[in-house]
């Protein structure tokens, strides 16, 4: 009987909490795969919240001087809003001519004609949403 007083003794002393050895691992593992998830989340959010690029059309045109005005001729590519366009020559900007087929409130299309106030042929045209020049 005294083996086993001294046995249930030796156990009564002992406790799990005493060897905290591994505690600062199970820890600092713990804050490392915490901070890790942290880091995706930010960066995540960073690149998901910003919006994508406008996308600038893709346009083939012909520019053709005709007396003391410039035809540009759609060739081919997709349709532009004229109002989203500027026009210039040399950096200043150049009108629609009230007789071309294609005024500023509609899409200039395959085929179609725009006659502008120059007679200079070196002109520019931007994409004002793209902020892209197309010629």
């Given amino acids: ?5 001294r046995y249930r003794h030796n156990i009564s002393n002992r406790s799990l909490f005493k060897n905290e050895r591994a505690v600062s691992d199970v820890v600092g593992s ?3 795969v ?3 998830v942290i880091m995706a989340t930010v960066v995540a959010t960073a690149i998901f919240s910003m ?3 406008v996308d600038v059309p893709h346009v083939s045109i012909e520019i053709t001087e005709n007396g003391s005005h410039v035809d540009l001729i759609h060739m081919g590519g997709e349709p532009l809003d004229t109002s989203k366009l500027n026009f210039m020559v040399e950096g200043v900007p150049v ?3 009230t007789s071309s087929p294609i005024n500023i409130t509609e899409d200039w299309t395959i085929g179609t004609t725009i006659i502008l106030d120059t007679n200079n042929t070196i002109v520019k045209i931007v994409h004002r949403p793209s902020k892209e020049l197309l010629t």
């Fill in 30 to 32: 713990i804050m490392m």
């Fill in 1 to 5: 009987m005294a083996a086993t007083k």
């Fill in 51 to 53: 919006k994508p690029p």
């Fill in 95 to 97: 009108n629609i001519n």
């Fill in 34 to 36: 915490t901070i890790t």
